[in-house]
């Protein structure tokens, strides 16, 4: 029952994360770093730490209480992730909610999961999984298997973005995406989906605050929550440095106030987008509550973004006049990820 709690809170999680960008395509006249940057103060500085006043009244103490380095690590792998976050709206930017989200989130699932594995390698903790544990048990190699798989199915989702910028012309190209720029897009979302993984390390080093909320009476459910806030804290300086740059670089920091834009309307779906940003990790700390934060889980909730980002990518009709052959190629590329999770939850669950 508790693996099914879980699954349900990822996959609710992930429908979120998968979600959140539509709201963005809703703002019309400003320049993307002003709605980045406006979306990112709910997602990042409004929300996360409202979330955790309304589940762990006194996660402020928590935090206060914890060490410099449990604090200092935290924030830096939510600065690292930052960067992650901030070239992965370039890359859906670049290449669209489909094929963005495949490639990004594939790299971002397989180094999540791989990643904490060899830091256990070089320093030892009592029950964590080194890489040396899982290269001897079926178990740990069933899960390597997973994330190879996965980078195959990422291959074969490019192949057929590819495939997609041969076969249509510009002007279709831009019809859905309108900035669409595969080499560009491809370059971000690698990067991307690498950084994007130090989410999941964020939430290693900030452990000793989630079980400083559970030691304290807290519901475990919502234990993760202190921990967000430390490492949006360090996605927020990352953005914000950037964002802050584009607008005086473009001059567009004259958006908010610029009449002839629906001025409102854009705040309002930026809010939105932002809100919905946040719901991935709220949802994420209810799902790690009840699986883990393993492989499993990190790779269950990357999937079921990808799944939903490409319903999206379906519904804004991106690979709308390609050849039979490109849509069965992405549609494979797509199966083989999600078999993937498969190969990693049977791996995990052993």
Partial sequence: MQALLGVFFHSFGGFASGSFYMPFNKVKGWAWESYWM????????????????????????????SSRQILFFTFLMGLLWGIGGLSYGLGVRYLGMSLGNSVVLGFCAAFGAIVPSIYYNINPTEGKISFTDMMSTTGGQLVLLGVIVCLVGIAISGKAGFMKEKELSVEDQKASVPEFSLVKGLTIAVLSGILSSFFNFGIEAGK???????????????????????????????????????????????????????????????????TTWFLQFFFYGMGESKLGNGASSWILHMSTIILTANMWGIYRKEWKGVAAKTKVTIIVGISVIIMSVFLVGLGNSM
Avoid: C, H
């Fill in 38 to 65: 406006l979306g990112g103060l709910f997602s990042w500085l409004i929300v996360p730490p409202l979330a955790a006043y309304l589940t762990v009244p006194g996660f402020a103490e928590i935090i206060a209480a």
């Fill in 208 to 274: 000793p605050m989630a079980d400083a909320a559970v030691a304290a009476g807290f519901n475990p459910l919502f234990q993760n929550n202190v921990t967000f806030v430390v490492i949006l804290w360090g996605g927020f300086t990352t953005n914000f440095i950037w964002t802050t740059i584009l607008s005086l670089k473009n001059k567009s920091y004259g958006d908010f106030v610029n009449k002839s834009t629906p001025i409102s309307r854009n705040i309002m779906f930026a809010a939105l987008a932002g």
